[in-house]
């Protein structure tokens, strides 16, 4: 089947987007990876075990030698040696080796964090980057799902004629579909990535393969993406009705004729920031930019990249 002109421009945004993400996943997603070598540390920790094991073999060896001079002699002084070899000595040299395996074994430990955290991360940046590339895509088939919709707003004419009826309810469909669609895409697509990276849980402990976590996941969005229409649509309307605003939220024509997405981008970028402050508040979180768990300027980078790669796409 032939991809149309908007469906072409939303691939290629989507190859843009997933470029950045994996060329500057510190920068576009605030990922600050653990640094040093497992294999290297892993290395290290090896030569602190063989240090630890030429100080046992040395003692072993001087101790076998030691136990001879009060085997065969009795004195006092004897007695001292023994006393300090026994009670002094002898601890502090096995206190030295017990420290050289102590620091092999938390070198080994900290290698162990530095893969699984960073895989983690790794993940986290695949999730955040594939998201960023369904958010794009997503523009043309909200589109077609709001296109279906409304061709079906004819048949409401044959059993209603209720002009609140009429005009509010493909809208609330529409409302509705689209946040189950959307809702569905953020729960899916992290799902089967934390599936293919082997990640189990979260870096704040959530078991993000279980149900609960899942179904949690999609209500929380569903009533985000609600919002984010109602902003969109809202703020769409207003601006349409300013003086100063119309020319802001009018799209884009070019000289083919092709209409682009423009229009919309102030209204998008505004309920997109709307959507991360309901999760922000439904995660029992201050939402408010600048707070702890509110908006952070890498959220933004990837707003900015999203919605302005959609304000691109000619629309249908």
């Not at 017990?98 to 695949?126: F, G, Q, S, T």
Request: aromatic content about 8%; some cysteine; overall charge negative.
């Amino acid at each position: 089947m032939a991809l149309g002109l908007a469906s072409k421009v939303a691939l290629g945004g989507m190859a843009g987007a997933g470029a950045a993400g994996i060329l500057a996943p510190e920068v576009l997603f605030g990922v600050s990876y653990l640094e040093g070598d497992p294999d290297q540390i892993r290395a290290a920790a090896d030569v602190l075990d063989e240090i630890a094991d030429a100080i046992d073999e040395s003692f072993i060896a001087a101790n076998a030698q030691a136990g001879i001079v009060w085997e065969k002699s009795s004195a006092p002084e004897v007695d001292a040696f023994k006393a300090f070899w026994n009670e002094q000595f002898g601890p502090a040299v096995l206190g030295i080796s017990l420290k050289y395996r102590d620091m092999a074994n938390a070198c080994r430990a900290y290698a162990d964090v530095i893969e699984k955290i960073n895989h983690a991360l790794r993940v986290l940046c695949w999730i955040m980057t594939m998201d960023m590339m369904f958010t794009i895509g997503y523009q043309v088939l909200t589109w077609k799902l709001l296109k279906m919709i409304m061709t079906r707003r004819a048949l409401l004419l044959k059993v209603t004629a209720n002009r609140f009826v009429l005009m509010l309810l493909p809208m609330f469909t529409y409302y509705v579909a689209d946040s189950l669609a959307y809702a569905s895409g953020q729960v899916l697509l992290p799902l089967a990535l934390n599936y293919v990276g082997g990640v189990k849980t979260d870096l704040s402990g959530n078991d993000v393969r279980s149900l609960d976590h899942n179904l949690t996941t999609l209500r929380e969005h569903f009533v985000a993406n609600m919002v984010f229409d109602g902003v969109a649509d809202g703020l769409g309307a207003l601006m349409s009705r300013v003086p100063g605003l119309r020319t802001v939220a009018t799209n884009v024509t070019l000289p083919n004729g092709t209409v682009l997405n423009t229009g919309n981008f102030l209204p998008r970028l505004t309920a997109s920031t709307a959507y991360s402050m309901t999760l922000d508040a439904q995660h029992g979180d201050n939402p408010l930019p600048g707070t702890e768990h509110g908006l952070t300027a890498e959220e933004m980078y990837q707003k900015f990249i999203i919605h302005g790669t959609r304000s691109l796409i000619p629309r249908i």
